[in-house]
């Protein structure tokens, strides 16, 4: 078969060396920052603060109340009042967990579900009540402590996190969880698959920092749902404590992003927490002053909410690293899902010209075969088309020939280049049916 636009293959390797020097390889870890507000939901009836996502009806909502102590869902560490909503509290292991209604630890715990397979099966630990699509919101201020680079934490999908490593102790902590750095404002995520100190960790790196939050009250939400294929994570700061939100990074969990260990939970190493768990959890450590108000927990219906990047942009141009002489790269923007891109080799891409520079937050990607098979892909977008920046990476659900929606904060561009690095298949060929970028307005 001819392929005029195939790299040969050593043409092809150099390439990969050359994107390897460059830092343009598969990387799980995925951020830019978000510099205008975003849209809201509506109000928090009981504390007033905006919400991203609107509450689940019927779903499972915590709200700290005016006396913590007498609160029965809420463990751990001790809040003194101050009279003005705020709370004191001076641990420098801070651990604060918030049970579901239906939860009680004492009772319950030693019959949780843990056995992973079960838990993708089940969808929670206890029962429907999890914490499962939640968004977590809390207002903090770091007062005083010995700052070795930890950060405010906030996590959900599991139960109490203890245990050495063995099961069923260990299992039990599950959690994604999104990290607010003390020293510079900077965000990440990370997954727990299981609890043994760090072992059970799939890191992510930190993003988006600025000036240091401490002697700040700075609002930060973590917020969490299952999407087609994994799962969704996403963080917003009000920076200047005056009700703007802005969304910092997201990340979506659709394979690939792996412990260094063994998993002792059934699981594999990049098992997706799909599942709700009894417990979500506010912790810190390394400050032994933080005040802290309007903490909440609530069940989200992500559905609910407008596609924050709903304007589809019409491109200017398409080309690609690499295409079969019937597979161009125009048919991947003809409307037309019957046809498709193909390129071959580790790290084919399709490059989208905007014409101009636009406010993108995403791109649609229906993937040839795509009900049978996932791709591993990277998006980046440049305003030039020389220099490219990491927007969005992930793996494709493999269960859907319609187009996947991959989103990220929005940054202004012209050129959206979407890299292809591996599928299941096998078979060293990217193929996109359609693609198109999204734009906020």
Not at 275 to 292: L, S
Not at 379 to 389: E, I, L, Q
């Given at each position: 078969?001819?392929?005029?636009?195939?790299?040969?293959?050593?043409?092809?390797?150099?390439?990969a060396?050359?994107?390897?020097?460059?830092?343009?390889?598969?990387?799980?870890?995925?951020?830019?920052?978000?510099?205008?507000?975003?849209?809201?939901?509506?109000?928090?009836?009981?504390?007033?603060?905006?919400?991203?996502?609107?509450?689940?009806?019927?779903?499972?909502?915590?709200?700290?109340?005016?006396?913590?102590?007498?609160?029965?869902?809420?463990?751990g560490?001790?809040?003194?009042?101050?009279?003005?909503?705020?709370?004191?509290?001076?641990?420098?292991?801070?651990?604060?967990?918030?049970?579901?209604?239906?939860?009680?630890?004492?009772?319950?715990?030693?019959?949780?579900?843990?056995?992973?397979?079960?838990?993708?099966?089940?969808?929670?630990?206890?029962?429907?009540?999890?914490?499962?699509?939640?968004?977590?919101?809390?207002?903090v201020?770091?007062?005083?402590?010995?700052?070795?680079?930890?950060?405010?934490?906030?996590?959900?999908r599991?139960?109490?996190?203890?245990g050495?490593?063995?099961?069923?102790?260990?299992?039990?902590?599950?959690?994604?969880?999104?990290?607010?750095?003390?020293?510079d404002?900077?965000v990440?995520?990370?997954?727990?698959?299981?609890?043994?100190?760090?072992?059970?960790?799939?890191?992510?790196?930190?993003?988006?920092?600025?000036?240091s939050?401490?002697?700040?009250?700075?609002?930060?939400?973590?917020v969490?749902?299952?999407?087609?294929?994994?799962?969704?994570?996403?963080?917003?700061?009000?920076?200047?404590?005056?009700g703007?939100?802005?969304?910092?990074?997201?990340?979506d969990?659709?394979?690939?992003?792996?412990?260094d260990?063994?998993?002792?939970?059934?699981?594999?190493?990049?098992?997706?927490?799909?599942?709700?768990?009894?417990?979500?959890?506010?912790?810190?450590?390394?400050?032994?002053?933080v005040?802290?108000?309007?903490?909440?927990?609530?069940?989200?219906?992500?559905?609910?909410?407008?596609?924050?990047?709903?304007?589809?942009?019409?491109?200017?141009?398409?080309?690609?690293?690499?295409?079969?002489?019937?597979?161009?790269?125009?048919?991947?923007?003809?409307?037309?899902?019957?046809?498709?891109?193909?390129?071959?080799?580790?790290?084919?891409?399709?490059?989208?010209?905007?014409?101009?520079?636009?406010?993108v937050?995403?791109?649609?990607?229906?993937?040839?075969?795509?009900?049978?098979?996932?791709?591993?892909?990277?998006?980046?977008?440049?305003?030039?088309?020389?220099?490219?920046?990491?927007?969005?990476?992930?793996?494709?659900?493999?269960?859907?020939?319609?187009?996947?929606?991959?989103?990220?904060?929005?940054?202004?561009?012209?050129?959206?280049?979407?890299?292809?690095?591996?599928?299941?298949?096998?078979?060293?060929?990217?193929?996109?049916?359609?693609?198109?970028?999204?734009?906020?307005?």
């Amino acid at each position: 078969m001819r392929r005029p636009g195939t790299l040969p293959l050593l043409t092809a390797l150099a390439a990969a060396g050359a994107m390897l020097l460059t830092g343009f390889t598969p990387d799980p870890r995925a951020s830019v920052p978000a510099a205008s507000p975003v849209a809201v939901a509506g109000t928090d009836p009981v504390d007033g603060v905006a919400m991203i996502y609107p509450t689940k009806a019927g779903g499972q909502v915590w709200h700290l109340s005016a006396d913590p102590s007498s609160d029965p869902r809420l463990d751990g560490t001790s809040l003194e009042p101050n009279g003005d909503g705020t709370f004191t509290v001076r641990n420098v292991k801070t651990r604060l967990g918030v049970s579901t209604t239906t939860y009680d630890e004492d009772e319950h715990e030693d019959d949780l579900t843990w056995y992973q397979p079960d838990l993708r099966t089940d969808g929670h630990m206890h029962d429907r009540n999890d914490w499962r699509d939640v968004e977590i919101t809390g207002y903090v201020r770091y007062v005083e402590g010995e700052d070795d680079g930890d950060a405010f934490t906030w996590y959900a999908r599991g139960g109490r996190h203890t245990g050495e490593g063995r099961a069923p102790e260990a299992c039990w902590g599950t959690a994604y969880k999104g990290n607010l750095r003390y020293a510079d404002g900077a965000v990440k995520f990370e997954k727990e698959i299981y609890h043994h100190g760090g072992d059970g960790y799939a890191d992510g790196s930190y993003v988006n920092g600025g000036a240091s939050i401490k002697g700040k009250t700075v609002g930060f939400k973590t917020v969490m749902y299952n999407i087609p294929g994994g799962v969704r994570l996403e963080a917003y700061l009000d920076r200047e404590n005056d009700g703007t939100w802005t969304r910092v990074t997201t990340r979506d969990d659709t394979g690939g992003w792996s412990i260094d260990t063994g998993n002792p939970c059934g699981g594999t190493r990049t098992e997706q927490v799909t599942w709700g768990g009894p417990k979500a959890a506010f912790r810190w450590d390394d400050a032994t002053e933080v005040d802290v108000t309007k903490l909440s927990v609530r069940e989200i219906d992500p559905a609910g909410q407008a596609d924050p990047c709903p304007m589809k942009l019409a491109p200017a141009g398409v080309t690609a690293s690499t295409w079969e002489e019937i597979n161009p790269p125009s048919n991947a923007i003809d409307g037309n899902l019957a046809t498709r891109w193909s390129g071959s080799g580790y790290g084919a891409h399709l490059v989208l010209d905007l014409g101009a520079s636009r406010p993108v937050c995403g791109v649609d990607v229906a993937w040839h075969q795509g009900d049978g098979r996932w791709n591993d892909y990277t998006v980046y977008t440049s305003p030039d088309g020389a220099t490219y920046t990491k927007a969005a990476e992930g793996r494709s659900s493999g269960s859907t020939l319609s187009p996947e929606p991959y989103r990220f904060p929005p940054r202004q561009a012209r050129f959206v280049r979407i890299s292809w690095w591996n599928s299941s298949a096998g078979n060293g060929w990217a193929s996109i049916a359609e693609a198109a970028a999204l734009a906020t307005s």
